[in-house]
């Protein structure tokens, strides 16, 4: 499942128990620029946040198995890969 379907899954579990809507957002980080703060929004509230993919889809999975007991399995998007700079 990817993330966009998890959240389709998880926004459609929340609207039949009358919950708003979760949504991502990015932004710049503001420790390191360089980097992209990921931030999962439901309205102006600020649910989870990180700076990588691999913490998001944890908490994805909790929200799914809040609604069921089934194990889901979450692809994390692919990001463009840093190149190492040897000294």
């Given at each position: 499942?990817?993330?966009q379907?998890?959240?389709?899954?998880?926004n459609r579990?929340?609207g039949?128990?009358?919950?708003?809507?979760?949504?991502?957002?990015?932004?710049?980080s503001?420790?390191?620029?360089?980097?992209?703060?990921i931030?999962?929004m439901c309205?102006?509230?600020?649910?989870?946040?990180?700076?990588?993919?691999?913490a998001?889809?944890?908490f994805?999975?909790?929200?799914?198995?809040a609604?069921s007991?089934?194990?889901?399995?979450?692809?994390?998007p692919?990001?463009?890969?840093?190149?190492?700079e040897w000294?």
């Amino acid at each position: 499942m990817t993330i966009q379907e998890a959240l389709s899954k998880i926004n459609r579990l929340r609207g039949k128990q009358s919950l708003y809507p979760i949504h991502i957002m990015t932004r710049p980080s503001v420790s390191c620029p360089t980097k992209e703060t990921i931030l999962i929004m439901c309205r102006e509230e600020t649910l989870h946040k990180s700076t990588h993919w691999g913490a998001i889809s944890p908490f994805l999975k909790g929200m799914l198995t809040a609604f069921s007991e089934k194990t889901v399995k979450i692809e994390m998007p692919v990001t463009k890969q840093r190149k190492i700079e040897w000294r």
